[in-house]
């Protein structure tokens, strides 16, 4: 921006960038830099175009993408887009009501959410003023994408799909999420093989009594409730609006990635909403693991032979809670793999024709360290599918997958990894000469992993079992009860019925029209294009290191003002 | 609101608008141009609640009478047929020309502390700094537009209270 002479408008930028993060020492450093009239240090630039902006927008970063669009002319709708945020930010009437003002303060500071609760809840006492009811609007527009006006999926409504949506829908509908509990444990109990059953229990006791902490204060000597946050979004729990604690907890997550709680309760909304629509929480899509891989403790492995035919998993410990929709990326990519061979006839979400009981997946990052020591590789050999899950990739698991090119080979397994890179890179040649012959056997003459396993074993009895646990995604998997899985017939190309799944379109950032604002749910669940907000991407900021008293223009390194 | 003082109406001084009760933020727009006027009107219309000043002694009356309700400013630079420009308006509402030399119709007005952004067709002949010497916030081209008016609004008030 200060190349095309908005220096301007990207002080604003800063400025409201700042006002989310007032303790960002490189914005403050940045800001003080333009405010000198000096020069911007290089750095990475990225394109600034309207997806950047629409991305803002949904983040509610309101303040910087007025300024980039009034910064820059970006054609197409950024002028109507410019007058409607233009709209929206605008400061409110001298004397307006503390709810207004406090509106007003928190779209300038990037809790649009926050904003929008308070409105919401003003609109609630009494009839908003002819300008508030249209900020209101905007804002719903903007930050929910016309959820309210959406006709379907917005709320399930028509016959219910599953059994467990069918019981659940009556009380939902009554806007009575305890009973909705009841009725769900009442279901589980009748159904003890259905573990959407089992996690609709624990989602909605996670959200009953998320709406009983949060609402638990007496309120009503108060005549306007300063509302804000997880309370906002208990609010609308207890009002059974899912989008509207969903958009909150989103924004929460965003401004907080590392508050695990707001993250399970995100997770706990979008679960709740599948479960209403009839969609599993519960991944059952995914085949069984390849025959003869050898799953087993540490203490049983180091200097033993353990049996081809069967996997051995440890017991869950107790007191750790089975976690739903945990995507391990390998793991996602063998399902896709397997998915192309497995038999057209048999639907995604119902269970594998295999004598083990269906499983339920367990976050590695739940069991105590006892419990991994089978799976805890050596660092030299840890690669990135065998770290704890993010909790940040926990909500792409809502998003349908999208057909790929082509059936993905078995060395994608292993496209995640960080480290050792070049002793993996004969693993990954050998497991593509493995998917191609069919032949999944460690013991077979063809794999040579097993004769590179031997050989570090000798040197370190850890490595080889570090090598041996990363051989097998299905490590991380355990179910409560079932502590040993038959696993099916290895799947092959030759498979009938096995074809190359269409290719998926890869767009550039910037090189297609951006998307027509606001999309619906629906648009963007057809076009597997999660709402970024979803995510809340992890900030890192990098602090620049500066000798104490070298450079530093004000001798204070705190990131204060300059 | 806020207690407004009765004041007798200098001479050509025109009634003020009626107030309207809709709520949206009070700006003052200060310029001779009917063309610009009618513009600006129609796109802050949303947000805003524009009263129109045609000259310098309008401006000062309505900045008596509606001063503590305003949020903005908008000045004419050149304000022609006025015997105060934009910026000499601008230091007497910032309080920075002594009242003994002001004319009576410009004296004792009240301290604005909203935003002033002058606007002006020829941007290139003024610049930007000395508008900011002068107590100015930002200057703006005509015809102004929502976008532009609520951005500098918004830096104002991200630099007071952040």
């Known amino acids: ?562 | 609101m806020s207690e407004t003082v009765a004041r007798s109406p200098a001479p050509g001084w025109t009634a003020p608008p009626a107030r309207e009760g809709d709520g949206r933020a009070l700006v003052l727009y200060v310029d001779v141009d009917d063309q610009s006027w009618r513009t600006a009107s129609e796109r802050l219309r949303r947000a805003y609640r524009l009263l129109r000043a045609e000259n310098d002694r309008e401006a000062c009356e309505l900045i008596r009478t509606y001063g503590a309700d305003l949020v903005a400013v908008l000045l004419d630079i050149d304000l022609p047929g006025s015997v105060l420009d934009g910026i000499l308006l601008t230091r007497i509402l910032r309080q920075r020309v002594p009242s003994q030399a002001l004319p009576p119709f410009a004296r004792n007005l009240p301290r604005i502390d909203v935003p002033i952004l002058l606007v002006t067709a020829r941007k290139g002949a003024y610049p930007e700094e000395e508008v900011r010497r002068y107590g100015g916030d930002r200057l703006l081209d005509k015809p102004v537009d929502i976008a532009r008016v609520t951005l500098a609004l918004t830096e104002h008030h991200l630099q007071r209270h952040h």
């Open chain 1, 1 to 562: 921006m200060v190349a095309r002479g908005a220096t301007r408008d990207a002080m604003v930028l800063l400025r409201g960038a700042l006002a989310r993060n007032p303790k960002d020492g490189d914005l403050r450093f940045a800001l003080a830099t333009l405010e000198r009239g000096e020069a911007m240090p290089p750095g990475p630039s990225a394109p600034l175009d309207l997806a950047l902006v629409d991305g803002w927008i949904r983040e509610g970063h309101l303040v910087e993408a007025l300024a980039l669009l009034g910064g820059l002319d970006l054609g197409g709708p950024s002028e109507e887009w410019a007058n409607l945020l233009g709209e929206l930010l605008a400061p409110v009437p001298a004397h307006a009501e503390e709810a207004f003002v406090a509106m007003h303060r928190e779209l300038l500071s990037g809790g649009a959410c926050v904003a929008l609760s308070h409105l919401e809840d003003r609109q609630r006492e009494s009839a908003l003023p002819g300008w508030a009811e249209r900020r209101l609007s905007l804002l719903r527009w903007m930050l929910l994408d016309n959820a309210q006006d959406a006709p379907d999926d917005a709320q399930p409504t028509g016959d219910a799909p599953t059994a467990l949506a069918g019981v659940l829908r009556p009380p939902f509908a009554e806007r009575n999420l305890e009973a909705v509990l009841e009725a769900a444990a009442r279901f589980a109990d009748e159904h003890p093989d259905d573990p959407d059953a089992r996690a609709a229990v624990r989602l909605l006791g996670v959200l009953v009594d998320e709406m009983a902490s949060q609402l638990s204060h007496d309120l009503s000597g108060y005549q306007t409730v300063p509302i804000a946050g997880r309370p906002a979004a208990a609010m609308q729990l207890r009002m059974a609006n899912l989008d509207g604690a969903a958009s909150i907890y989103r924004g929460l997550v965003a401004r907080q990635p590392g508050d695990e709680t707001v993250r399970a309760l995100a997770d706990a909304v979008v679960g709740l909403h599948r479960l209403l629509e009839g969609r599993p929480v519960v991944d059952r899509s995914f085949p069984p693991p390849p025959r003869d891989v050898v799953i087993v403790g540490r203490a049983a492995t180091v200097g033993a032979s353990p049996s081809p035919s069967r996997v051995v998993l440890e017991p869950l410990p107790r007191g750790a809670s089975p976690t739903i929709l945990e995507p391990v990326p390998t793991w996602e990519r063998a399902a896709e793999m397997f998915a192309s061979t497995a038999p057209a006839s048999r639907p995604p979400s119902t269970p594998p024709a295999s004598s083990a009981p269906p499983r339920v997946r367990h976050s590695a990052s739940e069991l105590p360290a006892g419990a991994l020591s089978w799976q805890t590789p050596s660092p030299s050999a840890t690669r990135r599918s065998d770290l704890p899950v993010r909790s940040t990739e926990k909500m792409s698991a809502f998003v349908e997958p999208a057909p790929t090119a082509s059936a993905p080979k078995a060395t994608s397994l292993f496209d995640d990894r960080t480290e050792n890179e070049d002793s993996d890179d004969a693993v990954e040649t050998d497991l593509a000469d493995l998917a191609e012959t069919g032949d999944w056997s460690l013991d077979s003459a063809t794999f040579d992993l097993t004769t590179k396993k031997t050989a570090l074993e000798e040197l370190d009895p850890l490595e080889g079992e570090a090598t041996r646990a990363v051989a097998n995604p299905l490590a991380v998997f355990e179910d409560e009860t079932a502590t040993r899985l038959e696993p099916d017939a290895p799947p092959t190309r030759d498979a009938p019925g096995w074809a190359p799944r269409p290719s998926r379109p890869t767009v550039p950032l910037g090189s297609s029209p951006p998307p027509a604002m606001p999309r619906s749910e629906v648009e963007m669940k057809r076009a597997d294009d999660p709402d970024p907000t979803l995510y809340g991407p992890t900030t890192v900021v990098v602090h620049p290191i500066r000798p104490i008293g070298v450079g530093d223009r004000d001798g204070d390194d705190d990131g204060g003002d300059r």
